[in-house]
């Protein structure tokens, strides 16, 4: 089996200092939040980033500021900017992060229910996030929520509208309104993506570490992070994004599973090693 990358979503654009006082605002407390989970053993970092005051934004300016600083303190780290930024946000502000040229960025594979809000990805949005993509040429994290996400952006990468093979996918399990976080339904889900193709998987809530533990067995990789979970366990807050991911390192080391250096992810995803 391959060594596990685990990759650390330290903020996302919803959860609050209200909910875990750890979640990260400022760009000191981004650079602290990614040095935890760094140094716990996480070799990618999705990164949302925030207005001093917690406001979700997209701006282009706030996320080179936020990479530059966490780039160094951590200039082997691999970071995935988030054009998925909060439910509402239009496609021209979702996409700034990409005029950033980072080696990769998340593309959200279709239209779901998030919650009780809707989380638009029309096809039209889907083809201009990969036309960007591929001028830019940045390698796609794809995130599916639902089955037919992935159907959809397989025949996107046939038609040459998103970047193909090899191809990375993030199955986002357990978001409310979308599919339940499920081993049968992760199995399910890596049936059908190509072969050659690398995955991961993100359990949402207390589906975290179910997830996790399964995507260790099958041989995937795993999300973890205060975008998605708050909770060691039942009722006990992480201090930090670096629990968290110290967390997944101890099930896979039960489970047998090596954990992945920066470098050894870069070559597991095809991603040119740094110079």
């Known amino acids: 089996m391959e060594k596990l990358i685990i990759t650390a979503a330290i903020c996302g654009a919803e ?14 407390e ?5 040095k935890s989970a760094y140094d716990a053993g996480a070799a990618i970092l999705h990164i949302h980033v925030r207005e001093d005051d917690g406001t979700p934004t997209q701006d282009r300016e706030r996320f080179r ?7 160094k303190e951590l200039p082997d780290v691999i970071m995935i900017p988030s054009t998925g930024g909060a439910t509402g946000m239009s496609p021209e502000e979702r996409l700034q992060p990409t005029e950033l040229f ?10 779901c229910n998030f919650g009780d809000e809707i989380f638009d990805n029309t096809m039209p949005t889907m083809r201009a996030f990969g036309k960007r993509m591929l001028e830019n040429n940045i390698k796609p994290e794809y995130e599916c929520f639902e ?21 990375q996918f993030n199955f986002v399990l357990g978001v409310h309104g979308c ?5 049968e339904n992760l199995a399910f ?7 050659g193709s690398t995955w991961t998987v993100t ?13 260790i067995a099958m041989g995937g990789n795993v999300r973890v992070g205060f975008e998605d979970n708050i909770y060691l366990g039942k009722g006990q807050k992480a201090a930090s994004n670096g629990e968290l991911v110290a967390k997944v390192v101890r099930i896979a080391k039960e489970l047998g599973r090596e954990i992945a250096t920066p470098a050894e992810a870069r070559e597991i995803l095809s991603l040119k090693p740094l110079k």
């Open 15 to 28: 959860v609050t200092k209200e909910q875990n006082a750890a979640v990260p605002y400022t760009v000191e």
């Open 65 to 71: 500021v936020v990479m530059d600083a966490i780039r």
């Open 179 to 183: 599919t339940p976080a499920s081993v």
């Open 203 to 215: 359990g949402v809530g207390r589906a975290a570490w179910t997830m996790a533990a399964a995507a």
């Open 147 to 167: 089955l037919g996400h992935i159907d959809t952006v397989l025949g996107m990468a046939k038609k040459g509208e998103v970047p193909a093979y090899p191809m």
């Open 189 to 195: 889900f890596v049936s059908k993506i190509p072969a």
């Open 102 to 111: 980072p080696e990769m960025a998340t593309l959200d594979c279709g239209t």
């Open 30 to 34: 981004m650079v602290r939040e990614a």
